[in-house]
C-alpha cells in the first residue's frame, strides 16, 4: 500500500490528481477485490423508510433544516439526557463497552474551563515519558470507539483518551460553548495537566475537525495532527450522508428507522440481534435517541486556517461512503504544508475500525518519525 508524504516546498499541490484519474499526489492504497458495495435493503419496511424520508426531508427544507442544526450544533446550553431513563440505558451500554477495553492505568476526572472532563489513561513505565497520543472521539461514542484500536496503541504508547464536553459520555458540561472553536479550550487544560510538553492529537469523524480546532489555537502542543475521515474539517459531507445524520438524531423515531439511519452513517449493518445487542450499537443508538447535544456548528478550515496547521498531519480517509468531503477533501488535505494522505480501501466513515490491525501500526511508525 502506497503513501503520499507530502511536503509544501517539495510539491505541486495544485496540478495534482488523484490516481484514479490520472497519476497522483495521495495514495489510494488498492486491493485484489473490488470494493463491497452495501447490500441492497430488501423489503417493505425499507422502501416505506425511504418514501418517508423524502417527505420528512421537504418539511425540513421548509422550516430551514432545524434538526440538522440541532444534530450538528445542538441548541443553547450545555448537553444533557432528555430523561432520567435515557441516560440509565445510555450508561448501562457505555459500562458494558467500556468493559471490553484494556483496563486504564488511570481515570481522571478534570475540571475545566467548560466543566469536568472524563480522561482515561494507558501507561506504562517504559513509555510514560514519551509523547503521548490523545485521542479525540467522534459524535456520541466517546472513549468506547476506541476499542479496536487501543490495545495496539497503548502497547507501544502512552495513551490518554477523553468523552467530549457537550457530547454523551461521562464528561460533564458546565458552561455552554459559544463558538466551535471554544471546545479547544477545556482540551488544554487536559493537556496542561496531564501532557504539558504537548500530544500526538488523533481525532475522528466530528473528533477531526475538534482536533484541528486544537491544533490551529495551540500549535505548539500539537506534536502531529492524525484526522481519521473528518467531517466539516476539509469540506463538507455529501447531502445524502447529512440527510440520514439528520434521520439518525430525530427524537422518538422508531429503532428499526434509526438503525438503518446509523447504518448508512457509519457503512456497517446491524443485521441480527446479536448486532444489536452490541454494546457499542446500544451504546451509539442510546446516545443520539437520548442526549440532547451542545456543540456549536463546525466549518471547514479556510485557506489560512489550513495554512496554520504547520505541524506534520496524517489524514485517513474512506474509500466509500466517506463523511469528509470526497475529492475536495483529498485536494485540501494534499495543500496542507506537511502532510501524509492515504484512502484506506474498502473502507466507510468507520474507518478506525475497519482498518484496525493495519492502522495503529502505520500511525506509531507516523508517530516515532516525528519524535526524532
Known amino acids: 500500500m502506497d503513501i503520499l508524504s507530502n511536503h509544501r516546498s517539495d510539491s505541486t499541490d495544485g496540478d495534482s490528481v488523484p490516481p484514479s484519474r490520472s497519476a497522483g499526489s495521495v495514495s ?82 478534570l475540571r475545566t474551563s467548560h466543566g469536568t472532563i472524563r480522561v482515561y489513561e494507558w501507561a506504562t513505565d517504559l513509555n510514560r515519558g514519551e509523547t503521548p497520543i490523545l485521542l479525540v472521539p467522534g459524535r456520541a461514542s466517546g472513549v468506547p470507539m476506541w476499542m479496536d484500536n487501543l490495545e495496539n496503541l497503548a502497547g507501544e504508547r502512552r495513551v490518554l483518551a477523553f468523552d467530549a464536553l457537550g457530547d454523551s459520555g461521562l464528561s460533564e ?19 496542561s495537566a496531564l501532557a504539558p510538553e504537548g500530544v500526538h492529537l488523533m481525532g475522528h469523524s466530528f473528533g477531526g475537525a475538534v482536533a484541528s480546532a486544537y491544533a490551529h489555537e495551540y500549535p505548539e502542543r500539537t506534536a502531529t495532527l492524525t484526522l481519521l475521515d473528518p467531517v466539516f474539517t476539509l469540506a463538507n459531507p455529501s447531502p ?21 439511519a446509523l447504518e448508512w452513517i457509519g457503512g456497517a449493518e446491524i443485521d441480527s440481534e446479536e448486532d444489536r445487542d452490541e454494546p457499542m450499537t446500544r451504546m451509539i443508538t442510546a446516545a443520539t435517541a437520548h442526549y440532547q447535544a451542545a456543540v456549536p456548528q463546525p466549518s471547514p478550515l479556510t485557506d489560512d486556517q489550513l495554512e496554520r496547521l504547520s505541524m506534520p498531519v496524517y489524514v485517513a480517509l474512506a474509500s ?50 516525528q519524535d526524532r
Open 28 to 109: 489510494i492504497a488498492t486491493s485484489s477485490s473490488t470494493p463491497r458495495r452495501r447490500p441492497q435493503r430488501p423489503g417493505r419496511g425499507r422502501r416505506l423508510l425511504r418514501w418517508l424520508g423524502t417527505g420528512l426531508l421537504v418539511v425540513l427544507v421548509g422550516i430551514g433544516l432545524v434538526a440538522t442544526w440541532t444534530f450538528f450544533a445542538g441548541p443553547p446550553g450545555v448537553g444533557h439526557f432528555r430523561s432520567a431513563e435515557g441516560r440509565i440505558d445510555y450508561l448501562s451500554a457505555y459500562q458494558d463497552s467500556m468493559d471490553r477495553l484494556p483496563e486504564p492505568t488511570d481515570t481522571h476526572d
Open 240 to 260: 445524502e450522508m447529512l440527510w440520514w445524520s439528520v434521520v439518525a438524531s430525530l427524537p422518538g423515531l422508531p429503532d428499526a428507522w434509526r438503525e438503518t
Open 320 to 369: 466509500r461512503d466517506s463523511l469528509a468531503g470526497g475529492q475536495d477533501a483529498v485536494e485540501r488535505a494534499e495543500s496542507l504544508t506537511d502532510s501524509t494522505v492515504k484512502v484506506w480501501p474498502d473502507t466507510t466513515h468507520s474507518l478506525p475500525m475497519q482498518a484496525a490491525g493495519e492502522l495503529e501500526p502505520e500511525l506509531l511508525r507516523f508517530f516515532a518519525d
Open 173 to 191: 458540561q458546565a458552561v455552554p460553548f459559544e463558538e466551535f472553536t471554544d471546545q479547544a479550550h477545556p482540551i488544554d487544560d487536559v493537556v
